[in-house]
Protein backbone atom coordinates (compact mmCIF):
# COMPACT_ATOMS: atom_id res chain seq x y z
CA UNK A 1 0.00 0.00 0.00
CA UNK A 2 1.68 3.30 -0.97
CA UNK A 3 0.59 6.78 0.39
CA UNK A 4 0.74 9.49 -2.31
CA UNK A 5 1.62 12.59 0.01
CA UNK A 6 1.57 16.10 -1.88
CA UNK A 7 4.93 15.82 -2.84
CA UNK A 8 4.64 12.73 -5.21
CA UNK A 9 1.52 13.89 -6.18
CA UNK A 10 2.79 15.07 -9.52
CA UNK A 11 3.67 11.16 -10.45
CA UNK A 12 -0.09 10.60 -10.61
CA UNK A 13 -2.44 10.23 -13.90
CA UNK A 14 -4.92 12.82 -14.32
CA UNK A 15 -7.40 10.04 -13.44
CA UNK A 16 -4.79 8.97 -10.28
CA UNK A 17 -5.08 12.80 -9.42
CA UNK A 18 -8.93 13.19 -10.04
CA UNK A 19 -9.24 10.42 -7.32
CA UNK A 20 -7.65 11.36 -4.96
CA UNK A 21 -9.60 14.81 -4.98
CA UNK A 22 -12.71 13.02 -4.81
CA UNK A 23 -11.36 10.94 -1.97
CA UNK A 24 -10.39 14.35 -0.02
CA UNK A 25 -13.34 15.72 -0.88
CA UNK A 26 -15.59 12.93 0.54
CA UNK A 27 -13.10 13.09 3.90
CA UNK A 28 -14.09 16.93 4.20
CA UNK A 29 -17.80 16.36 4.43
CA UNK A 30 -17.88 12.96 6.23
CA UNK A 31 -15.15 14.37 8.65
CA UNK A 32 -17.21 17.68 8.76
CA UNK A 33 -20.57 16.12 9.38
CA UNK A 34 -19.80 12.89 11.60
CA UNK A 35 -16.55 13.78 13.42
CA UNK A 36 -13.45 11.98 12.91
CA UNK A 37 -14.03 9.12 15.28
CA UNK A 38 -17.45 7.94 13.90
CA UNK A 39 -16.40 8.19 10.42
CA UNK A 40 -15.10 5.32 8.71
CA UNK A 41 -12.71 5.22 5.52
CA UNK A 42 -16.00 2.95 3.89
CA UNK A 43 -18.10 5.85 4.62
CA UNK A 44 -15.52 8.10 3.17
CA UNK A 45 -15.19 5.83 -0.09
CA UNK A 46 -19.35 5.30 -0.95
CA UNK A 47 -19.06 9.26 -0.89
CA UNK A 48 -16.60 9.44 -3.08
CA UNK A 49 -17.78 6.79 -5.36
CA UNK A 50 -14.46 5.13 -5.05
CA UNK A 51 -13.69 1.34 -4.29
CA UNK A 52 -12.50 0.89 -0.84
CA UNK A 53 -9.18 -0.76 -2.25
CA UNK A 54 -8.77 1.94 -4.42
CA UNK A 55 -8.60 3.91 -1.48
CA UNK A 56 -5.72 1.86 -0.06
CA UNK A 57 -3.30 3.36 -2.57
CA UNK A 58 -3.79 7.02 -1.73
CA UNK A 59 -3.88 6.63 1.80
CA UNK A 60 -3.05 3.92 4.56
CA UNK A 61 -5.27 4.42 6.81
CA UNK A 62 -8.12 6.86 8.20
CA UNK A 63 -5.90 8.85 10.12
CA UNK A 64 -3.56 9.45 6.90
CA UNK A 65 -6.24 11.25 4.83
CA UNK A 66 -7.42 12.82 7.88
CA UNK A 67 -4.34 14.79 8.12
CA UNK A 68 -3.63 15.21 4.30
CA UNK A 69 -7.41 17.07 4.30
CA UNK A 70 -5.96 19.40 7.30
CA UNK A 71 -3.09 20.48 5.56
CA UNK A 72 -4.61 20.80 2.07
CA UNK A 73 -7.21 22.81 3.51
CA UNK A 74 -4.50 24.98 5.49
CA UNK A 75 -2.60 25.43 2.06
CA UNK A 76 -6.07 26.33 0.11
CA UNK A 77 -7.37 28.93 2.88
CA UNK A 78 -3.83 30.54 3.07
CA UNK A 79 -3.37 30.79 -0.86
CA UNK A 80 -6.70 32.12 -1.26
CA UNK A 81 -5.88 35.30 2.04
CA UNK A 82 -2.55 35.66 0.23
CA UNK A 83 -3.75 36.39 -3.39
CA UNK A 84 -6.61 38.28 -2.06
CA UNK A 85 -4.61 41.00 -0.21
CA UNK A 86 -1.49 41.21 -2.43
CA UNK A 87 -2.94 44.47 -4.36
CA UNK A 88 -4.18 45.93 -0.94
CA UNK A 89 -2.62 48.80 0.21
CA UNK A 90 -1.18 48.27 3.48
CA UNK A 91 -3.61 50.55 5.39
CA UNK A 92 -6.41 48.27 4.22
CA UNK A 93 -4.83 44.92 4.40
CA UNK A 94 -5.91 43.62 7.58
CA UNK A 95 -9.51 43.99 6.44
CA UNK A 96 -9.34 42.62 3.66
CA UNK A 97 -7.11 39.74 5.15
CA UNK A 98 -10.43 39.12 7.70
CA UNK A 99 -12.97 39.54 4.38
CA UNK A 100 -10.72 36.98 2.21
CA UNK A 101 -10.99 34.93 5.61
CA UNK A 102 -14.56 35.02 6.37
CA UNK A 103 -15.17 34.47 2.47
CA UNK A 104 -13.22 31.28 2.46
CA UNK A 105 -14.60 29.55 5.48
CA UNK A 106 -18.24 30.71 4.13
CA UNK A 107 -17.52 28.02 1.09
CA UNK A 108 -15.94 25.49 3.34
CA UNK A 109 -17.31 25.55 6.27
CA UNK A 110 -16.23 21.81 7.51
CA UNK A 111 -13.44 23.57 7.94
CA UNK A 112 -14.17 24.90 11.98
CA UNK A 113 -15.49 21.22 12.75
CA UNK A 114 -12.52 19.89 10.87
CA UNK A 115 -9.90 21.69 12.56
CA UNK A 116 -11.24 21.86 15.85
CA UNK A 117 -11.13 17.96 16.29
CA UNK A 118 -7.79 18.21 15.75
CA UNK A 119 -6.89 18.70 18.93
CA UNK A 120 -7.97 15.93 20.50
CA UNK A 121 -7.36 13.72 17.04
CA UNK A 122 -3.69 15.06 16.93
CA UNK A 123 -2.71 17.72 19.20
CA UNK A 124 0.37 18.26 16.66
CA UNK A 125 -1.41 18.29 14.14
CA UNK A 126 -3.72 21.07 15.59
CA UNK A 127 -0.16 23.17 16.73
CA UNK A 128 1.31 22.74 13.28
CA UNK A 129 -2.01 24.00 11.56
CA UNK A 130 -1.93 27.58 13.47
CA UNK A 131 1.78 27.26 13.24
CA UNK A 132 1.62 27.64 10.01
CA UNK A 133 -1.05 30.25 9.89
CA UNK A 134 0.80 32.45 12.34
CA UNK A 135 4.21 32.61 10.39
CA UNK A 136 2.87 34.00 7.13
CA UNK A 137 0.79 36.49 9.45
CA UNK A 138 3.82 37.13 10.84
CA UNK A 139 5.60 37.30 7.62
CA UNK A 140 2.79 40.04 6.79
CA UNK A 141 3.28 41.85 9.85
CA UNK A 142 7.09 42.43 9.51
CA UNK A 143 6.63 43.56 6.04
CA UNK A 144 4.10 46.13 7.42
CA UNK A 145 6.74 47.30 9.71
CA UNK A 146 8.60 49.03 6.26
CA UNK A 147 6.06 51.37 5.59
CA UNK A 148 5.88 53.03 9.41
CA UNK A 149 1.97 53.18 9.22
CA UNK A 150 1.84 50.59 12.16
CA UNK A 151 3.11 50.79 15.81
CA UNK A 152 5.96 48.20 16.34
CA UNK A 153 4.52 45.24 18.25
CA UNK A 154 5.63 41.76 18.85
CA UNK A 155 4.72 40.19 15.89
CA UNK A 156 3.90 36.59 17.43
CA UNK A 157 1.31 38.42 19.76
CA UNK A 158 -0.22 40.36 17.60
CA UNK A 159 -0.20 37.45 14.72
CA UNK A 160 -2.69 35.03 17.67
CA UNK A 161 -4.54 38.50 18.62
CA UNK A 162 -5.58 39.16 14.79
CA UNK A 163 -6.55 35.39 14.02
CA UNK A 164 -8.38 34.94 17.06
CA UNK A 165 -10.79 37.81 16.40
CA UNK A 166 -10.86 36.12 12.81
CA UNK A 167 -11.64 32.69 14.37
CA UNK A 168 -14.57 33.85 16.41
CA UNK A 169 -16.10 36.29 14.51
CA UNK A 170 -16.23 33.52 11.58
CA UNK A 171 -17.55 30.84 14.17
CA UNK A 172 -19.81 33.44 15.32
CA UNK A 173 -21.81 34.28 12.17
CA UNK A 174 -20.62 31.53 9.78
CA UNK A 175 -20.18 28.05 11.51
CA UNK A 176 -23.16 29.04 13.86
CA UNK A 177 -25.94 31.04 12.42
CA UNK A 178 -24.97 29.75 8.73
CA UNK A 179 -24.62 33.60 8.18
CA UNK A 180 -21.86 36.30 6.36
CA UNK A 181 -20.40 37.96 8.96
CA UNK A 182 -22.08 41.16 9.05
CA UNK A 183 -20.67 44.28 7.41
CA UNK A 184 -20.96 46.41 11.03
CA UNK A 185 -19.21 43.66 12.80
CA UNK A 186 -15.72 43.86 10.76
CA UNK A 187 -16.23 47.50 11.40
CA UNK A 188 -16.17 47.68 14.69
CA UNK A 189 -13.53 44.50 14.60
CA UNK A 190 -11.07 46.91 12.48
CA UNK A 191 -12.01 49.97 14.71
CA UNK A 192 -10.47 48.13 17.50
CA UNK A 193 -7.60 46.54 15.87
CA UNK A 194 -6.49 49.58 14.16
CA UNK A 195 -7.54 52.64 16.90
CA UNK A 196 -7.86 50.13 20.13
CA UNK A 197 -11.00 50.96 22.68
CA UNK A 198 -10.11 53.88 24.98
CA UNK A 199 -11.36 56.99 23.75
Do not use: C
Request: proline fraction near 2%; aromatic fraction near 12%.
Amino acid sequence: MIYVSLKTEKKLTKKGLNTRRKLLKAAEKIFGTKGYFEASIVEITQESNVAQGTFYKYFPSKKAIYDELVKQMSRDMRLFIKQAIEKSPQVHVHRRGFEAFFEWVNDNRNLYSIVLQTVIVDKDLYRWYYDKLATGYIRALKEADKTGEFKLLNHEALAYSLMGIGQFLGMRWIYLEDEEVPKDVLDVAMEMVLHGILK
